[in-house]
């Protein structure tokens, strides 16, 4: 998710696009926060780690 969250983050700066941009940084944070959480052992949605 963080991933696809900065290539989403890059093919909207540089074509211009800002839905892009703005959904790279919702899943860019959505995935910082649950690898944060999972690598504290808190379980995500049924998982104890999330990838």
């Known amino acids: 998710m963080i991933a696809l969250g900065i290539i989403l983050l ?3 700066f540089l074509t ?3 839905i892009l941009w703005t959904i790279g940084i919702i899943l860019t944070v959505v995935g910082a926060v649950l690898w ?3 690598s ?3 379980a995500i949605a049924g998982r104890r780690h999330y990838w």
């Open 10 to 12: 890059i093919i909207g």
């Open 16 to 18: 211009g696009i800002s």
């Open 36 to 38: 944060v959480m999972g």
């Open 40 to 42: 504290m052992g808190h």
